[in-house]
């Protein structure tokens, strides 16, 4: 059982920075692939970003490419989400998941389902 527990949420101006965390519990951490995903209001959830076990691999949705970066600490249980340059549209609720994965390479597919959730942090961009 892994439980996760998201913060750094808040609200900032656009063109501004944001650095979410998501505390995972458990000691098998590094055996779990991370993803940040999020959702706005009447929309549904999209996918943000992701990282291996290892934190080797990334992948990111194209609308955070080159302003997000994911990142993890194993020794902490924490994976993060630096957020930069922040657009009104990033406005939503960002919740991190995690997938137990077998090979140290995976790191993300569009049909994974991922075993546990976070509550989520809400992230709010003003113009």
């Known amino acids: 059982q892994v439980q996760l527990v998201e913060s750094g949420g808040g609200l900032v101006q656009a063109g501004g920075s944001l650095r979410l965390s998501c505390a995972a519990s458990g000691r098998t951490f590094s055996s779990y692939a991370m993803g940040w995903f999020r959702q706005a209001p009447g929309k549904e959830r999209e996918f943000v970003a992701a990282?291996?076990?290892?934190?080797?691999?990334?992948y990111y949705a194209d609308s955070v490419k080159g302003r997000f970066t994911i990142s993890r600490d194993n020794a902490q249980n924490t994976v993060y989400l630096r957020m930069n340059s922040l657009k009104p549209e990033d406005t939503a609720v960002y919740y991190c998941a995690a997938r137990r994965t077998y090979t140290s390479a995976s790191v993300y597919s569009p049909n994974w389902e991922y075993h546990y959730w976070g509550q989520g942090t809400q992230v709010t961009v003003s113009s």
């Open positions: 990282i291996n076990r290892s934190g080797s691999v990334t």
